[in-house]
């Protein structure tokens, strides 16, 4: 679609994702909802559409590369160059073991997850932001990014990896006018909480987008 541009939101689901494609469809951005279920895409871009936003479903999985990959290449097709990356699947549970008990073969998962997964969807899209001039990546993760817990030794580990992975993005990129920066989500996103209610968190993802400032911002205390 000329001259109209996406935001891609890669593990989008009736709560935060949906959240995230209503603040910016808003402002006019075409939505794109990258997850497993299609069917579940499709319901969530039907609500959104009755509201007034242009959105489309996408199944990928984020631990298949070429799955992810063309499913960006599809939303760029469909919606216009992908302005916005948000990187934001919520990690299987079976990624939480203990750290004595987690053996090699344990963060297989976790670092397809949350390293190859962000890096095949950020290569993806980066030459439509350097053709645009702009773009914004946010990477969604939960407090072990910032606090490794020993009880939940995948996503602590693939977490830093991904924290790391981001923060050499957003001091290559600057300069380049294409921001990078994390929302750390300590505890469960909650329908009423002040600070996590996907729509403050929506309103604070804008934000980020919108002010272009420092790498990591968190939604609430850790210990929240």
Not at 161 to 186: K, P, T
Not at 208 to 213: G, K, L, Q, S, W
């Amino acid at each position: 679609m000329p001259g109209m541009s996406s935001v891609a939101i890669v593990g989008a689901g009736p709560g935060l994702g949906a959240a995230v494609a209503r603040r910016f469809g808003r402002e006019g951005f075409g939505v794109a909802l990258i997850a497993r279920d299609r069917d579940r895409l499709d319901e969530i871009a039907g609500l959104l559409g009755a509201d007034g936003v242009t959105a489309c479903g996408f199944g990928a999985d984020v631990r298949k590369p070429e799955e992810l990959a063309a499913a960006l290449d599809s939303a760029a097709d469909a919606l216009g160059t992908v302005e916005v990356l948000q990187y934001s699947p919520v990690p299987h549970r079976d990624f939480m073991r203990p750290v004595l008990e987690t053996g090699h073969r344990d963060l297989v998962g976790p670092v397809e997850f949350s390293v190859y997964g962000p890096v095949v969807a950020v290569q993806r899209v980066l030459p439509g932001m350097r053709g645009l001039g702009r773009g914004t990546i946010l990477f969604v993760n939960g407090g072990t990014a910032a606090v490794p817990r020993p009880e939940r030794a995948g996503t602590s580990i693939a977490f830093a990896a991904e924290s790391a992975y981001g923060l050499l993005l957003h001091e290559r990129l600057a300069r380049e006018g294409i921001h990078v920066a994390q929302l750390v989500i300590s505890g469960a996103i909650v329908p009423g909480h002040p600070r996590r209610d996907p729509v403050v968190l929506a309103e604070t993802l804008w934000s980020m987008h919108r002010e272009r400032h420092g790498f990591r911002r968190y939604a609430d205390d850790l210990d929240g």
